[in-house]
T-cell receptor, first 115, second 113 residues
Framework: KQEVTQIPAALSVPEGENLVLNCSFTDSAIYNLQWFRQDPGKGLTSLLLIQSSQREQTSGRLNASLDKSSGRSTLYIAASQPGDSATYLCAVRPRSGGSNYKLTFGKGTLLTVNP | DVKVTQSSRYLVKRTGEKVFLECVQDMDHENMFWYRQDPGLGLRLIYFSYDVKMKEKGDIPEGYSVSREKKERFSLILESASTNQTSMYLC????????????FGEGSWLTVV
């Protein structure tokens, strides 16, 4: 059974710092991995989608990498800002088992960027 | 931009009431989903629909049903609400195929008293 772990559960950094959020998964048979952002009391906003054949994706100050063989992904945020404060979740889409619509989510990392 | 709209952001219902949560997407996506999100448990899939009138149970379908009469609309029904169904409910949609992004709505906070 696929399990997705995000460490740390919470992270507090000063404004301007570069930071890395981690996501690990137990089964490397995946189609893709997606990173989301969730503001308090709101829905999830898709940030980046990395297909299993890709190594990384970039959008603005965000860069996500994928190492499928080791079951790891990182989300790098450059020059963090207070507006980046949110919970960041990763989710994998499985390749096996016939249920490829069933994303498995991590529990998220709560990021606080202090002015 | 893809838009997934959940018509009710906050609801308070009584135990035993029938509750309807409505979700509409404007991108002609075949796939639609209902999740619930609880502290410490993360997101759990309730139901999935891959076409009009088609549905599949997710991980926690007990106590819920769904309806998809039109492609753009996916409804979650609580036949007889209970206090353990107090939660944040999230609707999502995506194009067909496993390689596509999934898009979420803003969520519906349901409190059952």
């Amino acid at each position: 059974k696929q399990e997705v772990t995000q460490i740390p559960a919470a992270l507090s950094v000063p404004e301007g710092e570069n930071l890395v959020l981690n996501c690990s998964f137990t089964d490397s048979a995946i189609y893709n991995l997606q990173w989301f952002r969730q503001d308090p009391g709101k829905g999830l906003t898709s940030l980046l989608l990395i297909q299993s054949s890709q190594r990384e994706q970039t959008s603005g100050r965000l860069n996500a990498s994928l190492d499928k063989s080791s079951g790891r992904s990182t989300l790098y945020i450059a020059a963090s800002q207070p507006g980046d404060s949110a919970t960041y979740l990763c989710a994998v889409r499985p390749r096996s088992g016939g249920s490829n619509y069933k994303l498995t989510f991590g529990k998220g990392t709560l990021l606080t960027v202090n002015p | 931009d893809v838009k997934v709209t959940q018509s009710s952001r906050y609801l308070v219902k009584r135990t035993g009431e029938k509750v309807f949560l409505e979700c509409v997407q404007d991108m002609d996506h075949e796939n639609m989903f209902w999740y619930r999100q609880d502290p410490g448990l993360g997101l759990r899939l309730i139901y999935f629909s891959y076409d009009v009138k088609m549905k599949e149970k997710g991980d926690i379908p007990e106590g819920y049903s769904v309806s998809r009469e039109k492609k753009e609309r996916f409804s979650l029904i609580l036949e007889s609400a209970s206090t353990n169904q107090t939660s944040m409910y999230l609707c999502a949609s995506s194009p067909p195929g496993p390689g596509n992004t999934i898009y979420f709505g803003e969520g519906s906070w349901l409190t059952v008293v």
